[in-house]
């Protein structure tokens, strides 16, 4: 159910919820914390309504969306409700601020918080230099950026670093949550050595490489280098450097991963990139400070940077052609195999009669 609001005030849309869930019942009562996006007015908005729709199935919320609309129109405030299929398991208000209430939006946040639950802060496209110094990021206990999203994602990343405060977070960062569970699980394995070196192949603009990258530094304490990708999406290829060999993860599809490592069958990993939901409702699993991420942020200028490199492709699976000339090809080494071998035998046979005549 969607309820639309034109020309309101903060009160007005406080005691339309309140109506709203006298009347009609609500999905889930319980509700965990309050989730503020913070975006303009724009296609973008009704993604990220979605994204939090799904999300609050597994962290059931309130949805505050401030639209920040044109700061040259009249002061207005236009507001609409959606609860039960059009809100998933929360209620979403969405805010549409015009004129100077587009620069006041935490007074008009402030009302409709729930009490005495955690604030989380979400800035899907751009964010302020500073997200713990801005209105809304005062307010939150969390507050979650996308440096992907931004115009310059790793001028973004690198002010993320500076601005730092317990509670950031970016989604650049869980976007890696797969990657690190692969290659841990693969150094778990055989043999148990110490990795001496790491490089991180991927895109120019990818902030995820240089998280992935930053880790490695941070955790492993080893040279680690990071070149740019000339083909490919995102992370393409990642190489921990061993004694034995090296554990190599290849992605050149931003689907598929082939991992190699010495004693080990070639494995074949599901590494599709994550959606913005699964990314969100990992956020929102914990509310206190990420100390992993913190570490890996920190330790990105430690990172090397090496020349452009040419990644390699994924091994081809075998056509019906191929796999025609390969049968040919045995059949006639099978056919060569006997002719081959005869020829000493009767040489042999030669040497013994002239050895029988003398």
């Known amino acids: 159910m969607i309820i639309d609001l034109p020309s309101t005030t903060t009160a007005q849309v406080n005691s339309k919820l309140v109506e709203v869930r006298e009347t009609g019942g609500a999905v889930a009562l319980g509700r965990v914390l309050t989730l503020v996006i913070v975006t303009d007015d724009s296609a973008k908005t009704e993604e990220a309504i979605q994204a939090a729709n799904e999300a609050s199935r597994e962290h059931p919320c309130r949805v505050i969306v401030l639209a920040r609309g044109a700061r040259k129109a009249a002061a207005r405030l236009d507001a609409q409700i959606r609860v039960g299929g059009d809100a998933g398991a929360s209620d979403v208000v969405v805010l549409r601020l015009y004129g100077p209430l587009a620069d006041q939006a935490a007074s008009c946040v402030v009302p409709l918080l729930l009490p005495d639950a955690p604030v989380v802060a979400w800035w899907p496209s751009e964010a302020p230099d500073v997200p713990a110094e801005d209105a809304i990021g005062q307010l939150a206990t969390r507050r979650i950026t996308d440096s992907a999203a931004e115009k310059n994602p790793i001028k973004a990343l690198e002010q993320r670093r ?33 990795v001496t070196g790491a490089s991180v192949i991927g895109e120019a603009d990818s902030p995820s490489s240089e998280l992935l990258a930053g880790w490695f530094a941070s955790r492993l304490n080893v040279p680690v280098s990071r ?66 991420y913190k570490d890996a942020l920190m330790a990105v200028p430690k990172v090397s940077k090496a020349r452009n490199a040419v990644t390699p492709t994924a091994p081809s699976k075998p056509t019906a052609a191929s796999k025609a000339a390969a049968k040919a090809s045995a059949k006639a080494e099978k056919a060569e195999a006997p002719a081959a071998e005869a020829k000493p035998k009767r040489a042999a046979s030669k040497k013994a009669s002239a050895k029988a005549d003398s």
């Open 162 to 194: 500076k601005s730092y405060v317990d509670g950031d977070s970016d989604l650049a960062w869980t976007r890696l949550t797969n990657w690190r569970a692969q290659l841990a699980a693969a150094l778990d394995l055989p043999p148990y050595e110490k």
């Open 227 to 292: 070149a740019k990708a000339t083909t490919g999406e995102g992370i393409v290829q990642v190489t921990l450097q061993r004694r034995s060999g090296a554990v190599d993860l290849l992605r050149p599809d931003a689907k598929t991963g082939t991992l190699t490592q010495p004693g080990q069958p070639d494995r074949r990993i599901a590494l599709q990139r994550r959606s913005v939901r699964d990314c969100l409702a990992e956020e929102l699993r914990r509310l206190d400070p990420d100390e992993i």
